[in-house]
Structure formats: structure tokens, C-alpha cells
């Protein structure tokens, strides 16, 4: 059964203080790992899908990398808006859904 | 940006009623997903339909669920007798092909079974 544990759960920074959140995932074999932003209240916000291992994705201040075992999406001088639930989801094979984790909770603190 | 939407945003009702909720895919998409997030859990599927039916279906999509695309835009998700433990943030999602399981999701829908 395919398994996906983020951490940590919750993680509050001040503006400026870069992190990373952990995305650990057990699959049969990986199609592709997800990274989505969810506000309160609204749906997943897409941002990343990585195939394979060593590959890595960068959006403004994020940046996302996948080994055989975990990603990785790393924050650099995070803002407020940054402020966010963020999501990390596999997918195993062709028709199977999206399994998700619980998600990091950010809170960055101006 | 090409989004899906979902109506309503927020839907009460009691035990027992049924409820649809409704969704708009993306217009060229194929493959259509619901997705369930009870308050402060994780995001989980519920099911996914192509070609007029079912592909896919989870352990929490049993027989009061059903799904339907009545026409060339819609794809509802029927609950005929909501319960209490139904309450929750309802999701609808498309994608073109079953290998890039959704990139978009709807806002949702907000359940309270009162």
C-alpha cells in the first residue's frame, strides 16, 4: 500500500528564515510525486510533479527534489504569503488515484 | 490559467437528505476524480470516472455514493442519505490522461450534515 508522511506537521519561521519540509513516500513504484499549496478553505494548489530521482523544480522561492526514498521542497527567505498548508502526493501506477499526506502547516511570521 | 469549478461552495444539510454536489472539468479533459478532506485530515479519493463510468473507487465510496456526467460539462457526485461522518471539504479534479493524475483541483465544496 502505497504510504506518505510529511513533517514536520506544523512549522513556523520568520520572514527571511529558509527551511525545508520533508516528504517520506513508500510506493510500488513512483509515476510521480506532487507538491501542492492548500490555503484554508480552497482546493490544492498544483505546483510541482517530479519523475525521477535527482531531479529538482524551482518556483519563485521554492524548490522542490526527489531522491529514491523522499522530496524535498525547500523555502528560501520566505514571506507571509508563503503562509500555507503544503501537500505532498504520489502517484504509483497509471489509473491509481493521487495518495496524499497529511501536509506541513507553514506559518511564517512577519 | 484553465480551473475547475464546483457548486455550491457550501452546502448544509441534515441526516438523511441527499445532497449532489456539482463540478465543471476542465473542457478538454477526460478523466474526472472526487476527492474527500475531513476537517484537519489528509486529502482522499474517493473516485475516478472515465468514458461514462467508474475506473476507480476507494473503501469510503460504497452505495450511498454514485456519480454521473448527465451532460457534456457536469460531473456531480450524488450522496442519497448523508450522515454525520459525511461532513466535510468535497473536491473535484480532471486531468487529460490517467498518467498525470490532477493538476487541477476544484475550490471545493463545503458539507455540513447537521
Known amino acids: 500500500e502505497d504510504q506518505v508522511t510529511q513533517s514536520p506537521e506544523a512549522l513556523r519561521l520568520q520572514e527571511g528564515e529558509s527551511s525545508s519540509l520533508n516528504c517520506s513516500y513508500t510506493?510500488?513504484?513512483?509515476?510521480?510525486l506532487f507538491w501542492y499549496r492548500q490555503d484554508p478553505g480552497k482546493g490544492p494548489e498544483f505546483l510541482f510533479t517530479?519523475?525521477?530521482a535527482g531531479e529538482e523544480k524551482e518556483k519563485e522561492r521554492l524548490k522542490a527534489t526527489l531522491t529514491k526514498k523522499e522530496s524535498f521542497l525547500h523555502i528560501t527567505a520566505p514571506k507571509p504569503e508563503d503562509s500555507a498548508t503544503y501537500l505532498c502526493?504520489?502517484?504509483?501506477?497509471?489509473?491509481?488515484?493521487?495518495?496524499f499526506g497529511k501536509g506541513t502547516r507553514l506559518s511564517v511570521i512577519a | 490559467e484553465p480551473e475547475v469549478t464546483q457548486t455550491p461552495s457550501h452546502q448544509v444539510t441534515q441526516m438523511g437528505q441527499e445532497v449532489i454536489l456539482r463540478c465543471v472539468p476542465i473542457?478538454?479533459?477526460?478523466?474526472f476524480y472526487w476527492y474527500r478532506q475531513i476537517l484537519g485530515q489528509k486529502v482522499e479519493f474517493l473516485v475516478s470516472?472515465?468514458?461514462?463510468?467508474?475506473?476507480?473507487k476507494s473503501e469510503i465510496f460504497d452505495d450511498q455514493f454514485s456519480v454521473e456526467r448527465p451532460d457534456g460539462s457536469n460531473f456531480t457526485l450524488k450522496i442519497r442519505s448523508t450522515k454525520l461522518e459525511d461532513s466535510a471539504m468535497y473536491f473535484c479534479?480532471?486531468?487529460?490522461?490517467?498518467?498525470?493524475?490532477?493538476?487541477?483541483f476544484g475550490p471545493g465544496t463545503r458539507l455540513t450534515v447537521t
Open positions: 479534479a480532471s486531468s487529460e490522461t490517467p498518467d498525470r493524475p490532477s493538476r487541477y
Open positions: 517530479l519523475y525521477s
Open positions: 470516472f472515465y468514458n461514462n463510468e467508474i475506473s476507480e
Open positions: 502526493a504520489v502517484h504509483s501506477s497509471g489509473n491509481t488515484p493521487l495518495v
Open positions: 510506493v510500488s513504484g513512483l509515476r510521480g
Open positions: 473542457s478538454n479533459h477526460l478523466y
